[in-house]
């Protein structure tokens, strides 16, 4: 078996590494068109050129392959983070340069599109570094194709619904609002929309024609009755402003006093996002954007966007950005970019149509790598209890980063303060800190082992680590169950750096396993909660707020105890506290 000392990178490496922009722009990308049609085997028309770096893939695509192979499915995910880096989207790519142009295997890389909340701030881009990139980087980093322009602006459209309807309810009477929405037609006929029966359904009025329903009927279909104090839609911007996080709306003089306390969230967290993310097709969206919950009325009942009536107009705003974006790494194996919602407060994964489309893309004997967010306890939990549910697809193996530098900090090693000087721990040999922190790479190695699919771990390998630190980290992740441990350096090398971690991954594929949940749907909200509180972040037990048991009763009441739970947490640790390292709970 060839090692990565044994293999000539294909880059022109330098040591030491440059700046990730300086190996970016070193690279002259091929045209997106070899990329779609050799390295991906689209057809010219299932593809729509969006310069010569990037282009999007239409949904078409998917009706040929309905029948073909999927190729092998890996996702890959992390330590608990540190503000050191665990190199995730680094290894991400590493990992398939080194399928795609050392071991000629066909792969595909499926990773989300980066928010310029985090770009423009500590964390920065996520187009990986060194030379395992997605390239071009700042046509990542930035606007892209333009989805989560599309996703603001369709999250602000039906935040401004929301104003506009309680604004017309509170000044107009039932006729005139009627009018409104069934005006007449050139010969003074009324019809019903398609959505517009669905509210009357929901309402328990089975009449078709407009001119058939009583007052009392015509009053409760035009009147939402919103809540103010109960509007759980907010407005959205995709950078970091702090002082829109709480806002007041309707103090313009034409609003007559209409005011309310609301803010903006970053773009990415909006549930549009989530919409997105987890669609299959174009009438799968449509019917989750017009299931999203905005507000309750006075009687606590759930207002969505289709008793709004605006989502269709939502879905036509999406009509593009349902269309994943193909790119390339610096070795010239194929990206699809596409969605981005957090992993802390969402569910942390790029979308369910580009995994479909690129498993069939590859083939049987084909790879697609997707990326889940944060550590393995957030964003994999999420990609298996979450995406899976919705894909219907299930991973063959699991990735976990690790670093000795981050290991060390949850084994005790001192603070660190971005833009200050790494500590001397960081820098110098220690294997027993590192050890200690092993803890904390063992507890997310058995965490994915619940899914039975097999584990293999990536060391991501910095200049400053020793050989005895390394084989710390290797031995202790054998040990905890890992099906293989493998140290990278892909940061350095490309591809080549990550050749061992590859053929492990191959392996790990081949080697079966049974997917399972974590936990049933049909469970109740509670025991739902207490599967991921107690088998993935290792908790004993679970309180509840009287505020969290007047949500859950809420949501049970509503018919929303059916769903997988989504739990917002810290990254930083196991628990709900930033500061707990290692293995730590609760």
């Known amino acids: 078996m060839a090692t990565f000392t044994d293999v000539k990178p294909l880059l022109p490496v330098q040591d030491p590494v440059p700046a990730d922009i300086d190996i970016a722009q070193s690279i002259t990308p091929k045209h997106i068109s070899q ?67 050392y071991l000629n295997k066909k792969v595909l890389t499926c990773i989300r599109q980066p928010s310029q909340g985090p770009t423009f701030g500590i964390k920065g881009g996520a187009a990986g570094g060194g030379y395992s990139q997605v390239i071009p980087m700042e046509e990542l980093n930035l606007h892209l194709t333009g989805d989560i322009h599309a996703i603001s602006a369709a999250n602000n459209l039906l935040a401004a619904a929301i104003d506009a309807r309680m604004f017309h309810e509170a000044a107009q009477k039932d006729e005139a609002l009627y009018r409104r929405l069934c005006p007449t037609d050139k010969s003074g006929k009324r019809r019903f929309a398609a959505v517009m029966l669905g509210r009357l359904q929901r309402l328990g009025i089975d009449k078709t024609d407009p001119d058939d329903l009583t007052p009392e009927e015509v009053s409760c279909f035009v009147r939402l009755d919103i809540d103010p104090d109960a509007v759980m839609w907010r407005r959205v911007v995709d950078i970091n402003d702090r002082f829109l996080r709480g806002i007041t709306v309707g103090q313009g003089p034409e609003e ?29 969206m449509r019917a989750r954007l017009g299931r999203m919950v905005v507000a309750a009325d006075r009687q606590g009942r759930p207002v969505t966007a289709d008793d709004l009536g605006v989502g269709g107009a939502l879905t036509v705003m999406l009509k593009d950005a349902i269309e994943p974006t193909v790119m390339q790494t610096l070795e010239a194996t194929p990206v699809l970019v596409h969605a981005g919602p957090f992993a802390n407060i969402a569910h942390g994964n790029s979308s369910v149509i580009a995994d479909q489309i690129g498993l069939k893309l590859v083939g049987a004997n084909g790879f697609v790598v997707t990326e889940a967010g944060f550590g393995a306890d957030i964003g994999l939990e999420k990609f298996m209890n979450i995406k899976c549910r919705a894909s219907s697809l299930a991973p063959d193996a699991a990735v976990i980063v690790a670093t000795v530098r981050a290991l060390k900090m949850h084994g005790g090693g001192p603070p660190v303060v971005a833009g200050t000087p790494l500590p001397h721990a960081y820098l110098s040999p220690d294997v027993e800190l590192v050890t200690a922190g092993c803890a904390n790479l063992a507890r997310h190695i058995e965490n994915t082992r619940k899914y039975g699919v097999p584990v293999v771990v990536a060391i991501n390998a910095f200049a400053t680590d020793s050989k005895e630190e390394l084989e710390a980290v290797r031995a202790a992740a054998m040990a905890a169950g890992a099906s293989a441990a493998v140290v990278t350096r892909h940061h350095a090398l490309g591809g080549a750096g990550a050749v061992d971690l590859a053929q492990a991954v191959v392996a790990a594929c081949s080697s079966g396993g049974e997917f399972k949940f974590l936990y049933d749907v049909e469970q109740p909200i509670k025991a739902k909660i207490e599967a991921i509180a107690c088998g993935t972040y290792g908790a004993s037990s679970v309180s509840y707020s009287p505020e969290a048991e007047a949500a859950i009763a809420k949501l049970a009441a509503m018919g929303f105890d059916n769903l997988p739970i989504c739990m917002a947490k810290t990254q930083y640790s196991f628990s709900h506290d930033a500061t707990l390292k290692g293995q730590y709970c609760w």
């Open 35 to 101: 990329i779609a049609e050799v390295g991906l085997s689209l057809l010219p028309e299932e593809y729509e050129l969006y310069g010569p770096t990037k282009a999007k893939v239409k949904l078409s695509v998917k009706d040929r392959l309905k029948n073909a192979p999927n190729g092998k499915y890996v996702v890959v995910g992390g330590i608990s983070p540190t503000p050191l880096g665990e190199g995730k989207s680094t290894t991400t790519v590493g990992l398939c340069q080194a399928l795609g142009a």
């Open 256 to 284: 007559r006093g209409m005011e309310r306390k609301t803010g903006f969230d970053i773009s990415v967290a909006s549930e549009i996002m989530a919409v997105l993310a987890l669609a299959s097709d174009l009438t799968d």
